[in-house]
């Protein structure tokens, strides 16, 4: 057992904390049973390293029985060793080193796919990690993050994907403009989020969501440049029917994700 929490397995794995050791090191931080239990399922081969208190061992016994199925060795630390690791106040008793895993843009928008979701300069790491849970249970095919989009394994987008991280394709560091062309090159229809766009139910009864799309969501604060709106096929804005000043991106970003969802599987059911 690490009993240490000044010991330098302790500080290394708390130096993932960090964007520039995380790029140095290819390695990103886990924390959390349920983090680390989707890991196992999912992509096992990726976990480096694995920490667990006895007293979470003793609570979370499927996960360690998994990672011993699996062939990941689980080293105990002290309740202090792990709040040292961790990045969040409140790790739950786990936590994991993993390799970085980033998927080719090639491979995402060569595999025909259907819904894709491109972000462009999306700064908050929970907007982040949410939109990529949103794309993960509407379906989608693949997350593309433009080169100044918050890095995706910063711990707090790891976190807000809550397991999803491991079960969806993301390619990273492509520029708007080199993705766009691509996505549309891939037969995909290029959809920007704004406020400044058509109405989104106007946009789903005309039938224009029914084919192989990519929807272009961009920073929190202000939206897409001309620039990059001018590059897309189409404007959409998620209509506010009630009194709220604004809707937060990832709200907005999982609605139109869920529409185009809805609309190709009815699509679909129609011409089968």
Known sequence: MIENPRAGRVKAVAKLSRRATRQETGLFLLEGPQAVSEAIAYRPELIEELYATPSARERHSDVAEAAQAAG?????????VLDA???????QGFVAVCRQFPT???QILSDRPALVAILEEVRDPGNLGTIIRAADAAGADGVILTGRTVDLYNPKVVRSTTGSLFHIPIAVGASLDTVVARARSAGLAVLAADIKGEDLLEVRNAGSLDHPTAWVFGNEARGLTDDSLALVDAAVTVPIYGNAESMNLSTAASVCLFESAFAQRTAQSSDD
């Open 72 to 80: 990941i060795e689980l080293e105990f630390v002290t309740e202090e």
């Open 85 to 91: 690791m961790a990045d969040t106040v409140t790790p």
């Open 104 to 106: 080719a843009l090639k």
